[in-house]
C-alpha cells in the first residue's frame, strides 16, 4: 500500500516536506519509521529511535501501534511548546 509521509519544523529542514512510501498491507507506523530509518544518512539520524519524534495519523496524533491503511497520511515532528 502507498502512504504519504510529511514532515514538519526541524524534520522538515533535513529531509523535505514529504514523500511517499510502499509498505505491507496491515502495517504500523512504528514500521514505517523503521522503514525510513532503514534508508540511514539523515533520516536515521533525524527519526533515530532516542529521539522525540511525534506522530500523527491522518491528522490526529497517534501512536506508533497504529494501523496504516491504503493512501494513509503519517506526519512526524518534534514535540512542540509554547506559551
Request: hydrophobic share 50%; charged share 25%; aromatic share 4%.
Amino acid at each position: 500500500m502507498k502512504v504519504q509521509v510529511r514532515y514538519f519544523a526541524a524534520l522538515r529542514e533535513a529531509l523535505g516536506p514529504a514523500e511517499a512510501l510502499e509498505l505491507p498491507e496491515g502495517a504500523r507506523v512504528g514500521a514505517l519509521r523503521d522503514a525510513l530509518l532503514a534508508r540511514g544518512g539523515r533520516h536515521a539520524e533525524v527519526l533515530a529511535r532516542g529521539r522525540a519524534v511525534r506522530c500523527a495519523l491522518d491528522q490526529a496524533m497517534c501512536d506508533e501501534s497504529a494501523i496504516l491503511r491504503e493512501g494513509a497520511e503519517v506526519a512526524f515532528f518534534p514535540p512542540v511548546t509554547g506559551g
